[in-house]
């Protein structure tokens, strides 16, 4: 963290430091100037006093020129005012500027042990210093003992002139320690005054700067994942793209779609799921190589740009490596969850050049992968383009015919099993293309419940065949096929009982049909709905027995009034495959003895209708006894034919357009 702060801010820095330097020599400069001024004057000043002492008694002074005093311990006196002086030392010289009188120099104290009458060492004063005129003082020598040579001047003359030495020692201790006192505390003034104001700029300023590159970041990444997301992600794939044409380097797109995320929210909560993605990041930021991208560009989905792709047995090498990596389970709130993905792929040049373009094929592949499940990805084909904008053709329709009640239902017979009277009719719901033909349900059934329209759909339909109903005879019922979805919202009986409140019929005209999907949920809140639809009158029936998961578990854990035997049967009956006959005769027996009835359906011959007489089904469905028909053809064709030809097999002639069960 420091060494970040350090380089981030290394010119401020160097620039803080340089100022402090600046002003710490400027001021050690000044201060020791200043301190040899004073000290000099100090000198000076001492000088000049002991000078005023020697001229204030002339007789101190002539005692020291010509050596002869009147008072025998002049001299000692005269010593001993040099020494309060703090002067370690000092000659006379006469007016003539030859030495009269000295002390002797420091480092012959050894030798002259400051005997009285001092002594002479033959120096004389330069011309230069004695053609000076008026009052001076002179300093020279260095260290601290400097002499000051000064004239001793009577009646406006010099009489003598003086050399003291005076020791500066104390002086230069006392004002060294002051002026470092002083250093400091101009250091600590400008450290407060405006060091600390630049501290809290930096800071600051580092505040400032982390803000704004969190602005960045969070600009051109995922916040949850740290990934790149859409946007930067479009940006740097483009860029990448604009310069294979000239590398002809080959890339590929992946579209990630994590399974079950909105399942892992509700059940788990939000945190989960969260944490589910940042580890999915994590190990897709893992397998990639260095120079690919990866972002987060959906709510559950990924993409990554694969760059350097060879062939395509390299796509399957990391699709492989994906799967392979999420294989692990990962630990979310004490429970443990195995990621499931979904990927479709798509290549550079063949899929596209641009980021528009590939994520657009990628993401086909992933709902190609979505529905197939076959491999581990799914590499987008041409093909694919056409299916989803056939796709795109059928979502308009369905959103047409759900704004503008478009559908329409046709009502295919049951008849008695025993009596082939009818008895009643299966609702099939139908959409019309546009071209005057209509689209089968196996085609837009399964884009309405991807795209959640299924719920409004089956109210719709549970709502018109109990409106149609009421307009037959009292004695038919109709029957209708729900989804699962119907169920999971929880008001599947409140839609019902308005249903037939509205028509005014009772309950036991309408037939519910479920499929074993629904019971593979086994849930109490399905169950607690199948017995409020019986408590109505309404007859819920099991869908398709036979096929799938079919249990016989599901005849007593749910109230089902009727099964109905999937027309596989009759197809494999037809066929001569062995057994079948022993099968239905089973299963009618096994239904007749829980107290169900029975229904089979597609019976296209009579063989297959006696055959199930014969084993006493109750009631029979299929081409044989009509196909599926608007309202107005069961209205005006086959009620009167029934009326009139009860006992015998229904044949309603219909446009081959009508003809998909």
Not at 79 to 107: H, P, Y
Not at 320 to 339: F, N, Q, W
Not at 406 to 419: K, M, R, T
């Amino acid at each position: 963290m420091l060494l970040t702060i350090a380089k981030r801010y290394l010119a401020t820095f160097g620039g803080g430091l340089a100022i402090a330097a600046f002003i710490a020599l400027g001021t050690t400069w000044l201060g020791q100037s200043t301190i040899e001024r004073l000290v000099q004057e100090n000198a000076n000043h001492r000088a000049a006093t002991f000078a005023d002492y020697l001229l204030a008694n002339r007789e101190r002074l002539d005692a020291l020129v010509t050596g002869v005093a009147r008072v025998p311990d002049i001299e000692t006196r005269i010593r001993n005012a040099a020494a309060l002086a703090q002067i370690t030392g000092f000659s006379i010289f006469d007016q003539t500027g030859a030495e009269v009188f000295s002390t002797g120099a420091k480092g012959e104290a050894w030798m002259l042990r400051d005997r009285p009458g001092g002594v002479s060492q033959g120096r004389r004063l330069s011309h230069e210093t004695l053609a000076r005129e008026g009052y001076w003082q002179m300093a020279s020598g260095a260290g601290d003992i400097p002499s000051i040579v000064m004239p001793l001047i009577e009646d406006g003359r010099p009489v003598a002139y003086l050399s003291a030495q005076i020791d500066t020692t104390a002086e230069n201790i006392a004002f060294a320690r002051t002026l470092s006192l002083a250093s400091l505390q101009l250091l600590a003034i400008l450290f407060v005054a405006a060091g600390l104001p630049a501290l809290l700029y930096m800071r600051r300023k580092r505040r400032m700067d982390e803000a704004d590159e969190r602005i960045v970041f969070l600009h051109n990444h995922d916040s949850l994942t740290t990934l790149l997301n859409r946007r930067r992600m479009h940006e740097e794939t483009d860029r990448i793209l604009s310069t294979s044409r000239a590398t002809r380097e080959r890339m590929a797109l992946w579209f990630i779609d994590v399974d079950g995320l909105g399942d892992i929210n509700d059940s788990m909560g939000q945190a989960c799921g969260d944490e589910l993605l940042r580890a999915i990041a994590a190990r897709l930021g893992e397998i990639a190589e260095r120079g690919d991208l990866v972002a987060r560009i959906g709510p559950d989905e990924f993409a990554i740009l694969q760059r350097g792709v060879r062939a395509e047995e390299n796509l399957h090498a990391f699709a492989h490596r994906i799967t392979a990596a999420m294989s692990d389970p990962i630990e979310l709130d004490g429970g443990r969850v195995v990621p499931g993905l979904s990927i479709g792929a798509a290549m550079t040049p063949e899929h596209g050049r641009s980021y528009t373009d590939l994520i657009k094929h990628a993401e086909l592949a992933f709902l190609h992968q979505k529905a197939v499940r076959r491999e581990e990805f799914t590499l987008f084909r041409p093909s694919m383009d056409t299916d989803s904008h056939r796709r795109r053709q059928m979502e308009q329709l369905l959103r047409e015919a759900l704004s503008g009640n478009g559908f329409e239902l046709f009502y295919q017979p049951i008849v008695s099993g025993q009596s082939q009277e009818l008895i009643g009719f299966e609702a099939l719901i139908r959409m019309p293309d546009g071209e005057g033909g209509f689209v089968p349900p196996s085609v837009f059934i399964p884009i309405a419940e991807a795209r959640g329209y299924i719920k409004d759909i089956g109210s719709w339909v549970i709502g018109e065949a109990a409106r149609q109903a009421a307009l037959w005879p009292e004695h038919l019922f109709v029957s209708v096929n729900l989804s699962a979805v119907q169920f999971h919202d929880g008001d599947l009986v409140e839609i019902v009982r308005r249903a037939l409140a509205e028509a005014g019929i009772p309950g036991h005209r309408l037939g519910i049909e479920v499929v074993e999907s629904l019971l593979l949920e086994q849930s109490d809140a399905i169950l607690e709905q199948l017995r409020a639809l019986k408590t109505l009158g309404v007859s819920v029936d099991m869908d398709d027995f036979g096929t799938g998961y079919s249990s016989l578990g599901y005849l007593w854990r749910f109230p089902f009034d009727k099964l109905k035997i999937d027309q596989s049967f009759m197809a494999a009956f037809d066929e001569g495959k062995t057994s079948i006959p022993q099968i239905l005769e089973t299963i009618i027996a096994l239904a007749h003895n829980l107290g169900l009835k029975v229904t089979a359906e597609g019976i296209e011959t009579q063989e297959q209708a006696d055959l199930l007489r014969a084993f006493g089904c109750d009631q029979l469905q299929g081409f044989f006894f009509g196909r599926p028909v608007s309202a107005t053809h069961v209205a005006g064709e086959l009620l009167q034919s029934m009326s009139t030809r009860r006992s015998q097999p229904i044949t309603v002639l219909q446009p081959a357009s009508l003809s998909v069960q």
